[in-house]
């Protein structure tokens, strides 16, 4: 397995899931029918399932396991929240003003995700520059 080729599959996958997001979240705040396409609804999951699937190859590969090296498990832990914080955006908010503040919960954390990960630290942009 090539290293490169799998991070740039990850890479690629971790801004086309953040975009989708995005959208998905643009779409619930102004309640588009568009959120009902089957496309809308299907995509997303193949996209995640290759971010997972590449995540764990790349962990794998370079022998960075969370619960191990910090800012792996910095990212899990992130990306939990993530999940639960994207749940409520766009499907168990009950109201629109709940819904639009996880929306923008989640994506405040998503860059944060990334942060981690380029910065290799488990604070992300909280950090000083100093890894941790």
Known sequence: MDYLAIRHLHVLC?????AGFLLRGIWMLRG??????RVVRVLP????????ASALMLAYLSA???????????????LLVYIGLGTIA????RSPAVRGAAFAAAIVVYLWI??????????GFF??????
């Open 14 to 18: 971790v801004v086309l899931s953040g």
């Open 32 to 37: 588009s029918a568009l959120l009902a396409h």
């Open 45 to 52: 999951h193949v996209i995640d399932t290759l971010l997972l």
């Open 64 to 78: 960075q396991y969370p619960f191990v090296v910090a800012w792996v498990t910095a990212k899990v832990v992130g």
């Open 90 to 93: 766009l499907k168990r908010g």
């Open 114 to 123: 990334v942060s981690v990960a380029l910065m290799r630290s488990s604070f």
């Open 127 to 132: 950090s000083a520059g100093v890894p941790v």
